[in-house]
């Protein structure tokens, strides 16, 4: 099948589940240590509270929560439960007053600590930081936190090295070192210690860190001055079409990265929010990015994360508004316009999308970006001819010899012509993107698709196919491009193991169950083969491809295979 789309787990399952210090779920009945609510309608808001923070309606939760709380003012679950929402929501004074109520208490949660210190950072109260830091809960993120957040309170109370000596060995180890080794080389820079600093920058690079975390690296390492390695990574981010290639030239620009010990503790929590998404603990990433705002309210990063969360759970008008808070006097500002963009898009606001598309073409003119995202809006809303047009330009902003990473505009603008019929050029572009990624199993598989559905090159395809099902194994569209290469070749009983598998793993693909259906029916399993082409409908295919399911449910194939040619 053609294709349109191009260890931390454990620890960030273990943060999202314990971040809190609650219970997980709420219990069957109000709890029994006091009487249920009085009123009518406030446990039911205590529930719908629940039910709107799992979806990551936060404005909604804030809501229902507090009402809750006003019926229960006692409870020390609804405290923290309408902190947390409140937090998430980006409602901070809210979340400060409920978290000194816990810890008037002394019924403080993890969270509720880190609010607390994030509020004494923020007003440069470092020694109340660093006492907080070292009684931090020994659970969850508080072991990883609390060593980096009590360096930078030595740092703001004067003393860097020390801060230096309490970070350094931690990011010498291997379990998340590149989160250390960022505030370790920040710290030694302050210190004094460029070497220490350079050596341990380059530890941050090497990590298995976040894209996003990554370009802030970038960004530090820039600002320290060294032309030859700014240089260097300038030149990494312009490759290609990657969206981080829009800040070429913008690295060191403005204010610096991280100016005192409240933006590096600031940095921390964002850095280690970026870590948990990129493991889709969404939820924690959330409030770990809210706390570094706290401290930071013009932390970039940290609100492009807030965004990144909410898009994932389909907030994406709101994601938009996070992501358009981002000052444009940030370097990171036009990664950030480009994105709300592409939010805009996923709310269903394509025109507006493509007009904030075109005003970051017309203002950075020279970068093939913002024609790449046009494109991409374009194919998705099927104005095939128009994003070809849009790749075109791209690609023409992009230097000469084409680096390796243009593949994918490539790959994108021959999807585009292929589906505009135009064939022959499409099939240019692909030949073009192998040529520069020969291993690239999309490439392989939607040329190899398109050359097997059309009855060309079908041996070749096949060794195509063949070899992309080694390199994405798992892929369902992939595998199915496999078996329907074969079933045009004859091979009935080959195609029909290998679509049995695609079926296996996208089991509501229309077009995957029809092609079993037909190879069902050729192996001579007809009973088989309506099941599939039924379930192949009511995966509410294409109107066009509906037809002729339904024609062969009502007719079967033909007695006789037709050419390849023609075979659909």
């Not at 980096?148 to 090295?161: F, H, M, N, R, V």
């Not at 088989?528 to 009511?538: G, N």
Request: charged letters at 25%; hydrophobic letters at 50%; proline letters at 7%.
């Amino acid at each position: 099948m053609r294709m349109t789309r191009p260890g931390l787990a454990a620890l960030a399952c273990l943060l999202a589940a314990s971040a809190a210090a609650q219970p997980a779920s709420p219990p069957a009945s109000p709890p029994a240590s006091r009487p249920a609510p009085e009123r009518p309608g406030d446990w039911g808001a205590y529930l719908a509270g629940r039910a709107a923070g799992q979806k990551l309606d936060t404005p909604a939760a804030v809501d229902y929560m507090v009402r809750a709380l006003a019926a229960d003012p006692e409870s020390s679950e609804l405290v923290g439960r309408t902190m947390l929402a409140a937090l998430a929501d980006g409602r901070d004074l809210q979340a400060v007053l409920l978290a000194r109520r816990q810890a008037v208490r002394n019924e403080a949660s993890l969270m509720a600590s880190l609010i607390l210190l994030a509020e004494d950072a923020r007003n440069a109260r470092f020694d109340e930081v660093a006492r907080r830091a070292a009684a931090l809960p020994r659970q969850s993120a508080g072991p990883i936190l609390g060593p980096i957040l009590a360096a930078w309170a030595a740092a703001g109370e004067g003393d860097p090295a020390r801060g230096f000596g309490i970070v350094q060995p931690l990011a010498e180890g291997e379990r998340l070192k590149g989160l250390y080794a960022i505030s370790a080389a920040l710290l030694a820079d302050r210190a004094g210690r460029r070497e220490e600093a350079t050596r341990l920058f380059a530890i941050a690079r090497e990590a298995s860190l976040p894209g996003l975390v990554v370009v802030r690296v970038a960004q530090m390492i820039a600002a320290r001055g060294d032309a030859a390695e700014a240089a260097q990574l300038e030149s990494a981010l312009s490759e290609g079409a990657d969206d981080s290639g829009l800040l070429h030239g913008r690295l060191a620009a403005g204010v610096p990265v991280v100016p005192d010990a409240a933006a590096g503790m600031a940095e921390a929590l964002f850095t280690l929010g970026a870590i948990v998404r990129a493991q889709d603990s969404g939820e924690f990433a959330l409030l770990l990015a809210r706390l570094a705002l706290l401290i930071r309210p013009d932390h970039a990063a940290a609100l492009m994360l807030v965004a990144d969360v909410l898009d994932a759970d389909d907030r994406h008008a709101v994601a938009a508004a996070a992501m358009a808070r981002v000052p444009e006097s940030d370097p990171l500002s036009p990664l950030a316009r480009l994105r709300a963009a592409l939010l805009l898009e996923r709310a269903g606001r394509t025109e507006e999308s493509l007009a904030a598309l075109r005003s970051l073409a017309a203002a950075f003119p020279d970068r093939p970006q913002p024609h790449a995202r046009i494109g991409d809006v374009l194919r998705g809303r099927k104005r095939f001819a128009e994003a070809a047009e849009a790749y075109a330009e791209a690609l023409a902003r992009i230097p000469r010899p084409l680096p390796q990473r243009a593949w994918a505009v490539l790959y994108a603008r021959g999807m585009s012509l292929e589906r505009a019929q135009k064939w022959r050029e499409a099939e240019a572009d692909f030949l073009a993107a192998l040529e520069l990624s020969p291993e690239q199993p999309y490439v392989l598989n939607y040329l190899a698709y398109t050359w097997v559905d059309r009855g060309e090159h079908l041996e070749r395809g096949r060794a195509m196919l063949e070899r992309a099902v080694e390199l994405a194994p798992n892929d369902g569209h992939i595998v199915d491009s496999l078996g329907w290469a074969l079933y045009r070749l004859g091979d009935f009983a080959g195609a029909v193991k290998q679509l049995e598998r695609a079926v296996e793993l996208e089991p509501a693909d229309a077009v995957i169950n029809d092609h079993l259906g037909d190879a069902y029916w050729r192996a001579g399993r007809r009973a088989e083969a309506r099941f599939q082409w039924q379930r192949a409908l009511s995966a509410k295919p294409e109107p066009e491809e509906a037809a002729k399911i339904e024609a062969k449910l009502r007719d079967g194939l033909p007695d006789e295979p037709r050419t390849p040619a023609a075979q659909r």
